[in-house]
């Protein structure tokens, strides 16, 4: 069993940066894969970026390649997104994710979920 909580949101301009937190509890954080992902308004969760268990290995939605930046502490068990020049359409309720496995730069396997925090860009 994990737990995850998702913190770091809030409103923030077109342009202007934040750096979403996840927190993990449970088994052993270095064991497993982690991942951010977002829904939209009126629209379906999707991929943002995944990172290795190591923290070595990361990949991005094409939307955020460049401006978003996944990493990990596992001293920490915490997931990290740095999110810069951020645009209105990055508006959603980002969730943090236990990934199993990525496979031609698409994860599999989330098991567990965290609630969600929301990022709202006004355009």
């Known amino acids: 069993q994990v737990q995850l909580a998702e913190s770091g949101g809030g409103l923030v301009q077109a342009g202007g940066s934040l750096r979403l937190s996840c927190a993990a509890s449970?088994?052993?954080?270095?064991?497993?894969?982690m991942g951010w992902f977002r829904q939209a308004p009126g629209k379906e969760r999707e991929f943002v970026a995944t990172?290795?268990?190591?923290?070595?290995?990361?990949y991005y939605a094409n939307s955020v390649k460049g401006r978003f930046t996944i990493s990990r502490d596992n001293a920490k068990n915490v997931v990290y997104l740095e999110m810069n020049s951020l645009k209105a359409e990055d508006t959603a309720v980002y969730y943090c994710?236990?990934?199993?496995?990525?496979?031609?730069?698409?994860?599999?396997?989330?098991?567990?979920w965290g609630k969600g925090t929301l990022v709202t860009v006004p355009s």
């Open positions: 449970g088994r052993t954080f270095s064991s497993t894969g």
């Open positions: 994710a236990t990934v199993n496995a990525v496979l031609a730069g698409r994860p599999y396997g989330m098991e567990y």
């Open positions: 990172v290795g268990r190591s923290g070595g290995k990361t």
